[in-house]
């Protein structure tokens, strides 16, 4: 199992996260105080997980029998899943009184979807993928419908649930073609074989099961269509999670177990790959036009930004793959930071979330007005923030691989999605405030929120120490 | 201090400066105001400073320094000033100060926010003149947008939001196309050099064979950008709601300084990267511009909205500045350079004369006046010498840009024509019948509007500021080689660079 101390230092996050999960069940059961110690006790487990991660992302090794990988890009993954959670709990804190649902559960199952993620990341095998996958998604469907007592939110779960079960098997399904025709779930064996096996039209049928299994969870056409409702239903801090850590634990799947077509082997899937990120660029921005409720334009530009990240994937190189997680980080922290705006500005009984509310933001809350443009610019890709830096090494790495076609329609869509991104802060700005709504001061939010810019911000201008850090690895 | 950080320093003073303002209170306007100029004046200096150390001979890069940035992708921040731009560094942080100046009575509400978006929009256009690397160059064109946004946006006309939504959009689309074409040339750069680069020195060097087969559809991506902002005709529709609706200074600023940006581009990246491509399409491209000339001075004619007029007559004087970047001859370009300076100080103060007299009457209608000249004749002469420079009467600037590009198109190689000399000459003639015709309903015969007896003449800082741009508009006028000498030699290199190639191509 456990060679030596090394790899136990490497699983040191899973560990945290694990206890934390075990510790949170119990400070929940037994403490008086556990509405106030919980969230700080969450923030403070993901923090020393995800900073451990990013420390001791040097040491790459393999563990557990060859089913968990350590170090590397898992850890970066690792950094991405924990910091965002860390601020989604700090953003939550007051939020959670304000949605009206069970704080225990909440955070229980904020930290078992973490380590879903993780494992997902980290993992070799494809079992572990599964696991990781299951564990995730359990958790998420029953975070969707926290609040039983609101429709909405039944709705979202079940909707995420079916969906969702529905696309587990796809995956499993592949997984067991893959296993039929490679003899072994090893992935570091089926990287091996791949040549081989591309020829074998059960594993390619296994590989692309898989593909569109996974093509479900990160919001990609065809397969987005759950995306705005359980957005919609879901908490917004919850929306938050799904949109940035169930997407980049897909996408860190899709990575771990299919490394192999990014080594060169890219042709054979490249009509897929181009195909679902062209028609999700394009319908998640242009669909999000005609959105009135900020959840749903969030949901959508989710589906857009999926495509951009696609297109990372399509380029096969490993640049492609270096920018992919780039563009997961920046777009981790930029969204965490859109929804935690929403979720400060919405009212109890999830009012408040048209755009109409948005009115005049600036001259009543210029803080929050000011971050949220931060992060509509960053989202849209301006520069200096951290969106345009993401997409800017996607469209290299398109490029590079040939593909600068896929690289002219991410343009055009970035331009189409500027302009719902600028109507928001048109609202803010430019026009007057007319309904008198109360909005809540949460100093905890702000504080999330502020974190979450300050990220933005240090990642487009100086993104080169990342990017060096995540290309060393690939 | 190292000479070579100068450029730095002026690049990170408004910078400095508009953080600085953020910790002032909204009710200190007048120390608002004073710190923005006064941070803008000291911005002025320092350029000046390098003026006086820049060697008019020296055809490359001065003051330059390169520090390493994102080390991974070679992108550095690279900076220094040659004599294409060293004109329009002057140009701009000339402008700065005179349109914080303009804008102490006109500016009434939010006075920090518009101060703070002035200084970053200075640092903005600072950093696209200066830039020496693509990546640099381009975060500073995009981040440009956002303040000029925001002070059309809120400190804008009626119409505003329509304006400034669609300056954004518009502008953006062109600069996300060349920002394809930037990572193309990159890459390709790449295969020739043997590592991925966006230095624009380093791309120089290597020429037109960085772009290879491409370099029709690279010129396309970059030309289309700068042709959004210059404006080239048909792309110029963004142009005349974007100018009334912003307010005076912002005028001023999108005038004098936001349109040389595309032309810069074009100066600085279509001719000397893709020579080629750019006498292929140099033919079409003048005669858009020859169109635009032709066809902004005749909506000008019929506006009745000074400032709309005074917008279309910019439509019309950059025709004349892209014809004399694509007649690619020693003159044309030299003119082609000055005259962007040229345009910035008479368009400038065009637009500021409009604003001193909109601040009085709120009205921009030419109908609504006449005969003001014997109850503010001091504004009168003014308007007169702003008129007259932006005609192109010999004497004032307007004539040795018009003149050289003019000379320049005659007898270029790549037009091969006169009859784009012929068509833009009478530009010129239309010109004078606009303004001269605007000039005549507002300013002399018999005062119509009762209203107009109660105008007061300008004030000191109006005519201070006035007076700025008129000595210059009378100093290039007179004696243009002061500032011609400094562009001379750039521009010889850079058309040796774009002529350079084809003979190379065509010995084959």
């Known amino acids: ?41 969450s923030i403070l487990i993901f923090l020393a997980a995800g900073f451990h991660s990013l420390y001791y992302a040097g040491n790459i090794k393999v563990v557990m029998q060859n089913m968990l990988l350590t170090g590397g890009i898992p850890n970066v993954f690792h950094f991405i899943f924990n910091i965002g959670a860390a601020v989604l709990c700090l953003l939550s804190i007051d939020y959670i009184k304000k949605y009206g649902t069970y704080y225990g559960e909440y955070y229980i199952l904020l930290q078992t979807s973490v380590l879903g993620m993780m494992c997902m990341a980290g993992a070799k095998d494809l079992f572990m993928i599964f696991m990781g996958l299951e564990i995730m998604s359990v958790s998420f469907y029953a975070l969707a419908g926290l609040n039983r007592k609101i429709l909405k939110a039944n709705e979202a779960s079940l909707k995420y649930f079916l969906l969702g079960a529905f696309a587990t098997g796809f995956i499993v399904y592949g997984i067991a073609l893959i296993y039929g025709t490679a003899q072994t779930t090893s992935i570091d064996l089926i990287t091996a074989r791949f040549p081989v096996l591309t020829g074998n039209l059960l594993f390619l049928a296994g590989v692309l099961l898989f593909l569109i ?21 879901s908490a917004t801090t919850i929306a938050g999670l799904f949109s940035t850590g169930g997407k980049a634990a897909a996408f860190s799947a899709i990575i771990a177990a299919l490394s192999a077509i990014f080594r060169g082997s890219i042709h054979t899937f490249l009509p897929y790959f181009a195909v679902i990120s062209v028609f999700s660029m394009l319908f998640g921005s242009i669909v999000a036009i005609s959105q009135n409720n900020i959840k749903r334009m969030l949901a959508y530009s989710s589906i857009a930004h999926a495509g951009y990240m696609i297109i990372g994937l399509a380029a096969g190189n490993a640049e492609g793959i270096a920018g992919v997680v780039f563009y997961l980080t920046a777009y981790t922290f930029m969204n965490i930071g859109a929804f935690g705006i929403v979720s400060l500005i919405e009212g109890s009984g999830e009012s408040n979330l048209e755009l109409s509310s948005y009115e005049g933001l600036a001259y009543r809350k210029p803080v929050l007005a000011l971050l949220m443009s931060v992060f509509m610019f960053a989202l849209a890709g301006l520069p200096p923030f951290a969106g345009f830096f993401g997409k800017y090494y996607i469209f290299i790495a398109a490029v590079k691989g040939n593909l600068t076609w896929l690289a002219i329609i991410g343009v055009i869509s970035s331009a189409i999605s500027v302009y719902f991104y600028i109507r928001i802060i048109v609202l803010m700005y430019f026009r007057d405030f007319q309904a008198e709504f109360e909005i809540k001061n949460s100093n905890t939010g702000l504080l999330a929120v502020f974190i979450a810019c300050i990220l933005v911000i240090i990642l487009g201008v100086m993104p080169g120490s990342i990017i060096n850090m995540i290309s060393s690895f690939l | 201090m190292d000479t070579n950080q100068l450029l730095s320093f002026i690049l990170f003073t408004p910078f400095v400066g508009a953080l600085f303002l953020l910790v002032f209170q909204k009710d200190q306007e007048e120390q608002i105001r004073f710190f923005g100029l006064a941070i803008s004046v000291i911005t002025f200096i320092i ?84 830039s020496l690397d693509l990546f640099l160059f381009y975060i500073f064109w995009e981040a440009m947008l956002i303040p000029m946004y925001f002070i059309i946006g809120i400190w804008g006309g009626p119409r505003r939001i329509y304006a400034s939504v669609k300056f954004f959009i518009f502008t953006m689309f062109g600069s996300l196309l060349m920002l394809v074409a930037i990572i193309w040339l990159a890459v390709s750069a790449g295969g020739v050099v043997g590592h991925f680069t966006t230095d624009i020195v380093e791309l120089y060097s290597i020429g037109p064979a960085a772009a290879k087969n491409y370099q029709n559809w690279m010129f396309l991506a970059f030309a289309l950008s700068f042709a959004i902002k210059v404006p080239l005709f048909p792309l110029h529709t963004w142009l005349p ?26 100066i600085r990246f279509c001719l000397p990267l893709f020579p080629e491509a ?92 006449g005969g003001i000249a014997k109850i503010v004749p001091v504004f009168a002469a003014a308007l007169m010498i702003a008129s007259l420079s932006s005609i192109g009467l010999p004497g004032l600037n307007g004539f040795i840009g018009e ?36 000039y005549q309903r507002v300013v002399f015969g018999e005062v119509k509007n009762p209203k107009m007896k109660e105008l007061t003449d300008m004030t000191p800082r109006e005519i201070f500021i006035f007076a700025a741009m008129a000595v210059f508009i009378v100093w290039i006028g007179i004696y243009p080689n002061t500032f011609l000498k400094v562009s001379d030699k750039s521009t010889a290199k850079l058309i040796l660079q774009v002529n350079t190639p084809s003979q190379v191509t065509l010995s084959k």
């Open chain 1, 1 to 41: 199992m456990i060679n030596d101390i090394q790899e136990l230092n490497g699983i040191l996050p899973f560990i945290i996260v694990g206890a934390g999960i075990l510790v949170s069940v119990l400070i929940e059961m037994y403490s008086a105080k556990s509405e106030k110690v919980l969230p700080w006790f």
């Open chain 1, 213 to 233: 299994g996974f093509s479900f969870k990160i919001a990609a056409f065809p397969f987005h269509m759950w995306v705005p409702d359980v957005y919609e239903g």
């Open chain 2, 47 to 130: 350029t000046l400073i390098v003026y006086s150390k820049f060697e008019v001979l020296n055809p490359n890069f001065q003051f330059v320094q390169k520090i390493p940035w994102i080390s991974n992708l070679n992108i550095s921040y690279h900076v220094g000033v040659d004599g294409l731009s060293m004109l329009l560094l002057l140009l701009t942080t000339f402008i700065t100060p005179l349109t914080l100046l303009s804008s102490w009575k006109s500016i009434k509400k939010n006075i920090k926010e518009f101060t703070i978006f002035m200084l970053l929009l200075e640092v903005g256009m600072v950093g696209i003149f200066v």
């Open chain 2, 241 to 266: 709601d974007a100018h009334v609706e912003a307010p005076t200074a912002g005028s001023i600023i999108l005038a004098a300084v936001l349109l040389k940006m595309g032309t810069y581009g074009l």
């Open chain 2, 278 to 369: 750019a006498m292929t399409f140099a033919p079409y491209i003048s005669v858009l511009a020859i169109i635009g000339i032709i066809y902004g001075a005749l909506v000008a004619m019929v506006q009745k909205d000074m400032k709309k007029l005074v917008a279309y007559s910019s439509v019309a004087h950059m025709g004349f500045i892209v014809l004399g970047i694509f007649a690619m001859t020693q003159e044309s370009v030299q003119g082609a350079i000055i005259q962007m300076v040229n345009h910035g100080l008479s368009t400038g103060a065009l637009f500021f004369l409009v604003g001193v007299i909109y601040e009085r009457t709120h009205t921009r209608e030419i109908s609504e006046y």
């Open chain 2, 403 to 438: 003149f050289l590009i003019l000379l320049g198109a005659f007898k270029s190689p790549v037009l091969n024509s006169w009859w784009y000399t012929v068509f833009a000459a009478s530009g010129v003639i239309f010109a004078a019948v606009y303004l001269l015709w605007m």
